[in-house]
């Protein structure tokens, strides 16, 4: 695997240099909307903020900590998980074109989501919403997994086709709640685009405590993951237990996209985008690939984030944007139709 020992030269590098970008844009970010804020003062109100010391501006502090950084720690973390389940996916189902939805996984959380909106279950500051949500995609997930293993096993033919079959019954449903959701039709439709608006900490406290969990394993099986991408019997005489590391990474890639959509909604090419651009940098080794596409993942998801929130004279769900920018790429992608072999055994 050529490509994979080239790339070890320089992935540390892009690691910092990702990690500093993602700092700069998180307190560009934070000094920008309706009330502009120098870079300075953002600064400053994290600092008095860390300490604990009364802020000299209360309201500047109001907004730049309780109102836009749980927003922008929310939409970056988000961008992470999706970005790092990319990674997952499109390694373990040798599919250049998988991503967190390619099980289904949206498809339940939004299904969850939309049961909780018709019957108005919004209690605990709306916390009921995301839980529904994040079952929907646990539910999905483990009929995907049951479809698959009686066909046959964990094959990767068989993970992608039972959940184009789960997704295609999913939306139905989703078709026919909105269908009988008469005036709350509206609030569906507008969870179903995405978005970060009204972030609280507690969001971007469960958000990160989930993605990072399951980041950590996924790192565990970075090696196995390469491994797998020789085929099944290749990996299993190098040590490997491919149905075992399969499933875990599934469960573990599935888990991050579920509580991401949990929390914002659907947000769909995240996880197409991030992992080719940076494959295209960092090659096929999937130990370097997962940290940088994290990384890369949380800045493009928060400048998309905040392009919409403080640029656009009206505020665009996220989901829209990020859709207007992935389908074009999606399309260039399946046009220039990737081989397994280029893209993932180097």
Not at 205 to 219: E, N, Y
Not at 315 to 332: D, Q, R, S
Request: proline letters at 4%; a positive charge.
């Amino acid at each position: 695997m050529p490509v994979i020992e080239d790339t070890k030269k320089s992935p540390a590098l892009i690691v910092v240099l990702l990690g500093a970008l993602l700092g700069g844009v998180i307190v560009a970010s934070a000094g920008m909307g309706f009330l502009s804020v120098p870079y300075n003062q953002v600064l400053g109100v994290i600092w008095e903020r860390i300490l604990g010391q009364n802020p000299a501006n209360p309201l500047v502090s109001a907004i730049v900590w309780d109102v836009r950084l749980p927003r922008i720690f929310t939409a970056a973390i988000v961008g992470a998980g999706l970005s790092l389940s990319g990674v997952v996916f499109q390694g373990i189902l040798k599919n250049p074109l998988a991503d967190p939805y390619t099980l289904g996984i949206s498809a339940g959380a939004a299904f969850g989501a939309c049961i909780a909106f018709l019957f108005n279950m919004s209690h605990f500051q709306g916390l009921s919403i995301g839980m529904f949500a994040f079952a929907g995609a646990i539910i999905t997930l483990a009929v995907v997994l049951y479809l698959s293993n009686s066909v046959g096993g964990y094959s990767s033919n068989n993970l992608i086709l039972s959940g184009i079959i789960v997704a295609a019954i999913l939306s139905a449903g989703i078709s026919f709640l909105k269908y009988v959701a008469d005036e709350r039709v509206s609030v569906i439709i507008f969870w179903l685009m995405g978005s970060f608006a009204a972030r609280t900490w507690a969001d971007a406290g469960l958000v990160l405590v989930f993605v990072s969990a399951g980041t950590l394993v996924c790192l565990c099986f970075g090696r196995g993951l390469n491994l797998m991408a020789l085929g099944d019997r290749a990996a299993s005489s190098l040590g490997v237990d491919v149905k075992r590391a399969r499933v875990i990474l599934l469960v573990a890639a599935s888990l991050i996209a579920a509580v991401c959509v949990s929390v914002s909604g659907i947000i769909g090419f995240v996880g197409l985008l991030v992992p080719h651009m940076m494959r295209s940098v960092m090659g096929a080794d999937n130990q370097w690939l997962m940290p940088v596409s994290l990384l890369a993942g949380a800045v493009l998801l928060l400048c998309a984030d905040t392009f919409t929130r403080a640029v656009l004279p009206t505020e665009l769900p996220i989901g829209v944007l990020t859709a207007l920018i992935g389908g074009p790429f999606f399309c260039y992608v399946f046009k220039r139709g990737f081989s397994q072999k280029s893209e993932f055994q180097g």
